[in-house]
């Protein structure tokens, strides 16, 4: 069963010392007889690489399909002409629409095949249950479009039915039919502009091969219907250009500014496929960011593993090396015997974990399904940098895992091949190795919370990534301090576990401290996760409270109804109207988004309904008046800003301020009124009228609303609820409910991180799995003498347990508290956006508790199992 | 073999045959083996190596199964028991001392000696374990943990835990095999003053001559037999039996 105190074994590779080939031959010898205790170790550096493999291919994958995506969005177009910027640039350039009788002059243009206006925006199908199709916060975009239907141009193509040929039928895309069971010729609503429109299917289209396009519900109109319920009647986004001869764009581009005057911008179609791919890659740069952050954690928490497992195989191997050592062979021979066996571990575990890279990566999308974050569909990229990167850092982590254990083999005095081998050593309190161990790790502990602290104080070029190395550092060094802390924590925890369990119960107390280096660095890998996991429970719970504390105390709406738009699309103007018109209803404000150039600076800023805005959102104590002295709001011609932006800005009520809207004209605001805004941060404020005069046809958000004197909620709720009713995209809340959906914004996302960091909590549970499975290994004589005098099956695995739960205890507690520091840090350093509350929650980090210690019952089933059925015979023999 | 007694003994083995492995690779440890341990009696188990004198303690003492044949403890055959009844045979009415790393390395010396008791979850009757730490003379050391104890000290904490549950047979395998000549004939004489003194009965396999000859009686095995027996031994008689084996 053992091999190492095989003798000939031994002899045998004691002979073969000598040069680099007959080292590797030992070396491979000693892996096959390890192969065992190996197993876990490649276990980790498996888990670790596919992980890492996986998110790389993952986000290889997702640039790809947005790549695809862009490319395919705009197939066909080889020149696209449109407004110029109004303001802002390149991707983020805010622009006019073109009249609709550009398309016939650039049509009539040598060298134009093909010219067609394009017209999109915001169009939600509903089926005839109300079901709604496509979802904003699940990223499945509800796009309304006209119906070009010139194969040139763009690749959706008609497979049953035909074109819209009025205004109220539209073509879907295939996805949607089935989705919805309907076929041409049925009845379908369509919200857009105007609020819900009855239309007929005319015709179902497939985007190219695809049912649809890209993940995303496409609902097609004729032309003039689509300018009237997406845009602007007579107006188009862009003019899309196919060309007689791609190869002869710029000639035909020129060509086309001179006709049709300097008013219009002409581009190609791959700049319109590289400002699509731009702004989606700004969106997806955090992602891109998360989820390398988590394999780094993988990775780490695996680092922890293999180093523990080569610091527990060299202990227990001393007795060879120091052999090998007595015979002759020098420290590099065994350095490099001890190295070349990780790295062949970190070589064969890094190819099957990038095997497993491509399902993790798989996974992961459904991961992300599952929390209801849908991402595009598209084949699988496997791009040879991400593997290469996956597999050397795989490498590269197990013979950095594996270094100090090796320094320790070759530093094997001769002398030891004579001495029973102390197994699991320890270094008592006070000596002068735990007071270098406590001066570094408090050191490396601070120094990671001092880079925390200026990272979240935003400092540096990049904040984020140094407070993910000072997380990393603090991990570290609270790992290092970690067999110092680990007996105190032993004789607190384990006193009352003996006292309950009795003989196992001491046993396990006393093993768990028995080493307490192994018994650290074991937890230590759990700890990461732990307090990864604790920190992520408190800074959700602090968001929740505070997003909740910051809608009830600055909302002072009864009734507030919802798009959940997130700015996409929303509510139509027209339920402001009628909702006014309620006797149960005093006052009225919708709230939409837009952006603006104020004063030489990109700004977003919020369409209200001014007159009534102060009534329903608490903005504070106010310096001239939002509704106006007439108490008709703030009109065409000024604008409101709160105290800190007018601050900045040096702005005060009177000011005049230049503001260029989308349309592109420069308009003189005055200011009206600068706003305390203790609650909400709000960005600048226009009468939504401004943006409609400006052509921007807005939808609003959300919807406030206030009850009028003497009516109570219930009775406004119902009344507000009946005139919302016909737009099935509208929720309305009480303003406790309004906050409580807000607060569970923050849900899905939370959803995800824990199972990215369950995965964690899995590879901690292999590394206490192997030392546990390593360690009764070694006590297999202590275990045999046990069960000779009477120790039973179930006390023997009673004390491999208990000792489990009291790693997993360890490595919990060690991390809570990290992750209470983060959480407290963090939460902190988030005050001034608005994250006001420190939270703790106790219930939800019981629950982490719970299952952390659930792990070290589930990581000791197989050792305790193993170690239970020993046989005495043998055990005792051993 | 020992006169077949008036009282029940203690242990008995009847007609006992173990068989390690199968075909032509397989080993005959024990060949129709049949032998009584008196009660308060001490016996020693000799024979050259392989003659299956670990053996015949190993199934006498329940720590391996017999191909065919019976064990008795006291009046119960331990061929029909389960593994944990095996087990609370061995904590409850049997003692154990090995050749060496007896102890449990992380209880101190006085925790050693009480495990059993304390595994079956009975008191611990503490004036015996006084009683017999003092006559092992480890009175100042009992809370010393076994690696700061001497080999000798180690073994007597062993003596002291298997007769601390006042079992019916201690079974010592080799007792002072890690020991030099003086501290083994301590251990030798704890051992003679446990069956004198308290009627104990012990079973220790040995290869020493001078260990055997603190027995009452010496059973000489071979080739999985029993061959001889010599009662009242001393250490010459012994050795002289002991040599015909090589001849």
């Known amino acids: 069963m053992t091999v190492h105190d095989n003798t000939p074994d031994i002899v045998d590779r004691t002979y073969r010392v000598g040069g680099a080939a007959t080292t590797i031959t030992t070396t491979l010898r000693g892996l096959r007889g390890q192969s065992r205790r190996l197993a876990t170790t490649a276990l980790a550096v498996m888990l670790g690489v596919a992980f890492t493999a996986g998110t790389l291919v993952l986000t290889d994958t997702l640039r790809e399909s947005f790549d695809g995506m862009h490319v395919d969005a705009h197939a066909g177009v080889d020149l696209a002409v449109r407004a110029p910027a109004s303001f802002g640039d390149g991707p983020d350039a805010v622009r006019d629409r073109v009249d609709a009788e550009l398309t016939a002059a650039v049509a009539a243009v040598d060298g134009v095949a093909a010219a067609a206006g394009r017209t999109s925006g915001w169009a939600q199908l509903s089926g005839p249950d109300g079901t709604l199709l496509g979802d904003i916060a699940s990223g499945v975009d509800p796009i309304g479009e006209n119906w070009i239907g010139d194969e040139r141009l763009d690749p959706w193509r008609i497979v049953d039915g035909s074109p819209p040929a009025s205004a109220n039928e539209v073509v879907i895309d295939r996805a949607a039919a089935t989705t919805l069971a309907v076929a041409v010729g049925d009845p379908v609503d369509v919200l857009a502009l105007g609020g819900r429109h009855a239309m007929t299917i005319s015709g179902i289209a497939t985007f190219g091969d695809n049912d649809d396009r890209f993940g995303t519900v496409t609902v097609m109109f004729d032309e003039a219907t689509a300018q009237h319920l997406l845009g602007e009647r007579g107006r188009h986004d862009v003019v899309v250009v196919a060309l007689e001869e791609p190869a002869a764009a710029d000639v035909v581009a020129d060509d086309i500014r001179r006709s049709v005057g300097a008013a219009h911008e002409v581009v190609t179609g791959a700049t319109l496929v590289d400002e699509a791919r731009a702004v989606h890659l700004q969106d997806w740069g955090f992602f891109d960011t998360v989820m390398k952050g988590f394999a780094v954690i993988a990775l780490v928490v695996g680092g922890f593993i293999i180093f523990n497992t080569f610091s527990i195989t060299v202990a227990q191997r001393t007795r060879e090396f120091a052999m090998l050592r007595a015979i002759g062979a020098g420290r590099g021979q065994v350095l490099g015997s001890v190295l070349t066996e990780s790295m062949a571990v970190g070589v064969l575990a890094s190819l099957v974990g990038l095997g497993g890279g491509v399902g993790v990566s798989a996974g992961l999308r459904s991961l992300f399904t599952v929390f209801g974050l849908e991402l595009p569909d598209g084949g699988v990229v496997v791009r040879q940098g991400s593997l290469v990167t996956a597999f050397a850092v795989g490498v590269a982590i197990t013979a950095l895992s594996a270094l100090v254990p090796a320094l320790r083999a070759a530093r094997t005095a001769p002398i030891a091949a004579m001495r029973e081998s102390a197994i699991e050593t320890s270094t008592p309190g006070g000596s002068a190795g735990s007071r270098t161990r406590i001066a570094t790790g408090s050191a490396v502990t601070l120094a990671g919370a001092g880079a925390m602290a200026s990272g979240l104080a935003g400092a540096g070029d990049d904040p984020i990534v140094l407070v993910g190395l000072g997380g990393l550092a603090v991990f570290g060094g609270v790992a290092a301090l970690g067999p110092v802390l680990a007996r105190p924590f032993g004789r607190l925890v384990g006193g009352p576990i003996a006292s309950i369990r009795g003989v196992p119960g001491q046993l396990a107390r006393d093993n768990a401290t028995r080493s307490p280096k192994r018994t650290a660095s074991t937890a230590a890998a759990l700890m990461i996760g732990v307090g990864l996991v604790g920190f992520i429970t408190i800074l959700a719970a602090s968001i929740k409270a505070s997003i909740d504390e910051m809608v009830t105390a600055g909302v002072s709406a009864d009734i507030v109804v919802e798009s959940g738009s997130f700015g996409f699309g929303g509510l139509d103007r027209s339920l402001v109207t009628e909702l006014r018109s309620l006797p149960e209803v005093a006052a009225v404000s919708g709230s939409t988004l837009a952006s603006a150039e104020i004063d030489g600076e990109v700004s977003e800023i919020i369409g209200i309904d001014s007159a009534d805005y102060g009534r329903l959102i608490d903005l504070g104590s106010t310096e001239g008046s939002l509704a106006g002295p007439d108490g008709t709001g703030l009109g065409l011609d000024r604008m409101a800003v709160n105290a800190d932006t007018a601050a900045e800005r040096g702005w005060s009520v009177g000011s005049d301020v230049p503001v260029t809207l989308a349309d592109g004209a420069v308009r003189t605001l005055t200011i009206g009124a600068v706003v305390e805004d203790p609650y909400i941060g709000v960005p600048p404020m226009v009468d939504t009228a401004l943006l409609e005069s400006a052509g921007l046809r807005p939808f609003d958000i959300q919807v406030f609303v206030a009850a009028a004197d003497g009516v109570d909620r219930d009775t406004v709720l119902a009344a507000v609820a009946s005139v919302a009713e016909r737009l099935p995209n509208a929720a309305v809340y009480d303003r406790a409910a309004f906050a409580e959906d807000r607060a569970g914004l923050v849900d899905p996302l939370l959803g995800v991180v824990y199972a990215l960091l369950a995965f964690a909590v899995l590879i901690a549970t292999l590394g206490i799995a192997n030392t546990l499975a390593l360690s009764i290994m070694e006590r297999t004589r202590e275990i045999g003498v046990l069960r000779a005098i009477g120790a039973t099956r179930a006390q023997v695995r009673a004390a491999v347990r208990w000792e489990s739960v009291m790693i997993a205890g360890f490595g919990t507690a060690l991390g809570l508290v990290i992750g209470a520091g983060f959480g407290w840090a963090v939460v902190r350093a988030l005050e001034t956006e608005g994250i006001t509350r420190l939270v703790v929650p106790t219930v939800p980090l019981a629950i982490v508790v719970a299952i952390a210690v659930a792990t070290g019952v589930g990581a000791a089933v197989l050792p305790a199992r193993r170690a239970a059925r020993l046989d005495v015979l043998e055990a005792l023999r051993s | ?247």
């Not at chain 2, 053996?55 to 331990?78: N, P, Q, R, S, Y």
């Not at chain 2, 003092?134 to 002291?160: F, I, W």
Request: net charge negative; aromatic share 6%; charged share 25%.
């Open chain 2, 1 to 247: 073999m020992p006169p077949r007694p008036l009282t029940p003994p203690a242990a008995c083995v009847r007609s006992a045959v173990k068989r390690y492995g199968t075909g032509d690779t397989a080993v005959t440890a024990l060949d129709d083996v049949t032998v009584w341990f008196p009660a308060g009696s001490f016996t020693a188990i000799m024979g050259p190596s392989g003659s299956g004198k670990s053996t015949l303690m190993h199934v006498a003492a329940g720590l391996d199964g017999l191909t065919a044949g019976e064990v008795f403890i006291g009046v119960d055959e331990l061929g029909a028991m389960s593994d944990n009844e095996l087990t609370r045979l061995r904590r409850d009415r049997l003692g154990f001392v090995f050749q060496a790393f007896n102890l449990v390395p992380t209880l101190s010396a006085y925790e050693n000696i009480t495990l059993p008791i304390r595994l079956a979850g009975r008191r611990i009757d503490t004036a015996w374990v006084d009683e017999l730490v003092g006559m092992v003379g480890l009175t100042d050391r009992v809370e010393h943990r076994p690696s700061e104890l001497s080999g000798g000290q180690q073994q007597r904490v062993a003596v002291a835990r298997a007769l601390a549950s006042r079992p019916e047979i201690v079974f010592a395998d080799e007792p002072t095999g890690n020991l030099d000549s003086r501290t083994g004939s301590e251990i030798l004489a704890f051992m003679r003053r446990a069956v004198r003194e308290m009627h104990q009965t012990i079973v220790m396999v040995t290869h020493d001559p001078v260990a055997a000859s603190h027995a009452d009686h010496v059973l000489f095995l071979a080739d999985g037999r029993i061959v001889d027996q010599i009662d009242d031994p001393d250490p010459e008689r012994v050795l002289d039996r002991m040599k015909q084996f090589g001849a």
